[in-house]
């Protein structure tokens, strides 16, 4: 048996490099479906997957690839250096989340004979936007934390905080956004209920911000310094964040036929876990 | 806040440039040649395709004798390139004696150019009467 095996490797020998990528690509695609999972199991997702609107899919999906680039830089799921390895890993996590998640529509059974190649591709494309984030992410959140090192370095700048945050609140809010319960809470709200929820949002955000201080060395000293934390990181986060929430719901579709102040009212409802994730995201990444 | 750390490994290439193994082009161009695809594909059907209404065309498939009644199984195909939602199908059997019966069905989705199956039971036998299945209504979801 041992014989057997070794003479089965011995062909195939892999350099230490190649061996490390197979390992973060394995560790890449565990994140793409631990990170999924949620929204593989959502019924709202796969009916999305053939009822969007496909050019707004195919846009997310390209939009999706500078993000992961640029993640790639700061948060990759293997070391990168330069631009081509960034674009190169953010394919490959690509790659790996679209296995990843016609793998386990299959195991489900809601991929099978009977459906079109526009469900089949719809539902496997809307799903490989979260999982990408999930198999970018993976050596962040099990293995090696790149909270040192040089990426630790590159992120330590208003930019790179203000990237981490918005890929923080696209995930939480691509994560919520499929459900009808956003366009539900919307619905039923009262305009005070909205404006309360905008400024839970804002005092949450900051208290993570806060709270983690995460330049180590930004002690809030005075009241002075403090609304300047509050406006130059606090409130341009969470408009970032309700950007981007408008941008999910107005892709999922959720928005169309609503008068502007509707949509506002789902972009502040989805603003809040957006926000959340935002802020988390300096903890968590 | 961790303390900075003294660097686990040493860089093995000198000013972090590396050349990038071969092993992670193959896995990023095949990357990018799916997402090319699926992206390729997904603006082709929407550029390419005319918006056509749901177009449900219902067939029999089998009918079965159950203890409790028949069931008649049926699949539906939607030949329109809209999505079709709630759809209500319903069949109605016309007995020899004048009475009629009826079944009802509804199909949550029904996505374009795809089948989906549902059954109606009925008490008489559809054999002995005549049976016509059909769609009722839907909403676009």
């Known amino acids: 048996m041992i014989q057997q095996r070794r003479a089965v490797a011995a062909p195939a020998r892999l350099s230490d490099e190649d061996r490390e990528y197979l390992i973060a690509l394995a560790r890449a695609f565990g994140g793409?479906?631990?990170?999924?999972?949620?929204?593989?199991?959502?019924?709202?997702?796969?009916?999305?997957?053939?009822?969007?609107?496909?050019?707004?899919?195919?846009?997310?999906?390209?939009?999706?690839?500078?993000?992961?680039?640029?993640?790639?830089?700061?948060?990759?799921?293997?070391?990168?250096?330069?631009?081509?390895?960034?674009?190169?890993?953010?394919?490959?996590?690509?790659?790996?989340?679209?296995?990843?998640?016609?793998?386990?529509?299959?195991?489900?059974?809601l991929l099978g004979p009977g459906m079109s190649v526009d469900e089949v591709v719809g539902k496997i494309a809307?799903?490989?936007?979260?999982?990408?984030?999930?198999?970018?992410?993976?050596?962040?959140?099990?293995?090696?934390?790149?909270?040192?090192?040089?990426?630790?370095?590159?992120?330590?700048?208003?930019?790179?905080?203000?990237?981490?945050?918005?890929?923080?609140?696209?995930?939480?809010?691509?994560?919520?956004?499929?459900?009808?319960?956003?366009v539900l809470i919307a619905q039923t709200i009262t305009g005070w209920h909205a404006v309360a929820i905008a400024?839970?949002?804002?005092?949450?955000?900051?208290?993570?911000?806060?709270?983690?201080?995460?330049?180590?060395?930004?002690?809030?000293?005075?009241?002075?310094?403090?609304?300047?934390?509050?406006?130059?990181?606090?409130?341009?986060?969470?408009?970032?964040?309700?950007?981007?929430?408008?941008?999910?719901?107005?892709?999922?579709?959720?928005?169309?036929?609503l008068a502007p102040l509707e949509v506002l009212i789902e972009a502040v409802v989805l603003g809040l876990p957006g926000a959340l994730g935002a802020a988390a995201a300096r903890l968590i990444l | 806040m961790p303390a900075p750390r003294p660097a686990e490994r040493a860089d093995p290439s000198p000013a972090g440039r590396r050349a990038i193994p071969m092993l992670e082009w193959v896995v990023g161009v095949l990357g990018a040649l799916i997402v090319a695809a699926l992206v390729g594909y997904l603006v082709w059907s929407a550029v390419a395709r005319d918006e056509t209404p749901p177009d449900v065309r219902l067939e029999v498939l089998d009918i079965q004798d159950l203890p409790e009644g028949y069931l008649v199984r049926f699949a539906a195909e939607n030949e329109g390139s809209q999505a079709a939602?709630?759809?209500?199908?319903?069949?109605?059997?016309?007995?020899?004696?004048?009475?009629?019966?009826?079944?009802?069905?509804?199909?949550?989705?029904?996505?374009?150019?795809?089948?989906?199956?549902?059954?109606?039971?009925?008490?008489?036998?559809?054999?002995?009467?005549?049976?016509?299945?059909?769609?009722?209504?839907?909403?676009?979801?």
């Open chain 1, 126 to 182: 809307l799903q490989a936007v979260p999982g990408s984030i999930g198999a970018m992410l993976a050596r962040s959140q099990f293995g090696q934390a790149p909270t040192e090192g040089e990426e630790g370095e590159r992120r330590d700048c208003y930019v790179g905080e203000m990237f981490l945050a918005g890929v923080g609140a696209l995930f939480m809010a691509f994560n919520v956004a499929p459900t009808e319960e956003v």
């Open chain 2, 85 to 141: 939602a709630a759809l209500v199908i319903e069949g109605e059997l016309e007995l020899p004696d004048g009475q009629t019966e009826t079944g009802e069905a509804t199909i949550d989705y029904l996505p374009p150019r795809s089948t989906r199956e549902g059954a109606l039971v009925f008490q008489n036998d559809p054999v002995s009467g005549d049976l016509t299945v059909r769609p009722k209504g839907f909403t676009r979801p």
């Open chain 1, 32 to 109: 793409a479906i631990i990170f999924g999972l949620p929204l593989l199991m959502t019924m709202e997702m796969w009916t999305l997957g053939f009822t969007m609107d496909r050019l707004r899919l195919a846009l997310f999906m390209v939009a999706m690839l500078p993000v992961l680039s640029v993640l790639a830089y700061f948060a990759g799921f293997e070391e990168n250096s330069g631009v081509k390895d960034c674009v190169l890993s953010a394919f490959a996590a690509y790659a790996v989340a679209i296995v990843a998640a016609a793998m386990i529509l299959l195991l489900f059974g």
């Open chain 1, 199 to 257: 400024v839970a949002s804002l005092v949450l955000m900051h208290a993570f911000v806060y709270a983690v201080d995460f330049r180590g060395e930004t002690e809030l000293e005075d009241l002075r310094e403090a609304a300047s934390e509050f406006l130059r990181l606090t409130v341009v986060a969470y408009v970032l964040t309700l950007l981007i929430a408008a941008y999910v719901l107005w892709s999922f579709g959720r928005s169309d036929g």
